[in-house]
């Protein structure tokens, strides 16, 4: 894959000088891989990135965050029965109440590389709004969800889930507070989330 070899070992080619962060706002991307692209955009939105080849670096990756903000004590808000049993093992508590955490520990529908934010449904926040989650939020993906654009993503979901298409579907975007994205009415006039993405390789 594109930039996560170029990153974490087996690349060896010169990176180009004309990148999507060398060009003009307006000027359209170049033809990048999807990963390259999707991890350009989501730094750039101000997203933390932990790329893992095994589900072993993904734990400890998990631990690593912990240690970083001293949450050790700090329960983690999730929905999701299947991610608790997975991460069960790493001494992490849960809870079910939003207000009881400062953490949100969820999966996502899909990681769109065309602006680097990561889309989410009624899978993922049932049907609360992006407002009434934790400002600090974990996501745990695949590469096998990385997608071009957001409309590639919901051509995705409906035929994954033909009849039973989620409601409540958005996209994560912004990750460090500015005044350009503090009246996007996208996160329902939210601020932005503190966000760690932890990158699973299952291609």
């Not at 692209?37 to 790329?51: E, Q, S």
């Not at 589900?55 to 808000?77: C, G, Q």
């Not at 996208?186 to 993405?197: D, E, Q």
């Amino acid at each position: 894959m594109g930039i996560l070899d170029k990153l974490f070992g087996g690349g060896k080619k010169k990176p180009s000088r004309d990148t999507v962060q060398t060009r003009g706002k307006h000027m359209p991307d170049l033809k990048l891989p999807v990963d390259e692209k999707f991890t350009i955009h989501f730094k750039k939105n101000g997203g933390k990135f932990l790329y893992c080849d095994t589900f072993e670096e993904a734990s400890a990756a998990l631990k690593d965050i912990v240690t970083e903000n001293h949450w050790e004590a700090m329960p983690f808000f999730c929905m999701n029965a299947n991610l608790e049993g997975r991460f069960k093992g790493e001494g992490i508590q849960f809870t079910a109440r939003a207000g009881e955490s400062e953490v949100f520990f969820t999966t996502c529908e899909h990681l769109v590389a065309q602006d680097g934010s990561i889309l989410v449904s009624s899978h993922q926040l049932l049907e609360k709004k992006l407002h009434e989650i934790p400002e600090n939020v974990i996501v745990f993906a695949t590469t096998s969800q990385l997608v071009e654009s957001i409309g590639e993503g919901l051509k995705a979901i409906k035929k994954q889930y033909r009849d039973r298409i989620p409601t409540n579907i958005t996209t994560l975007k912004h990750f460090e507070p500015t005044d350009e994205n503090a009246q996007d009415f996208l996160t329902y006039g939210s601020s932005s989330k503190h966000l760690y993405l932890i990158l699973l390789e299952d291609l």
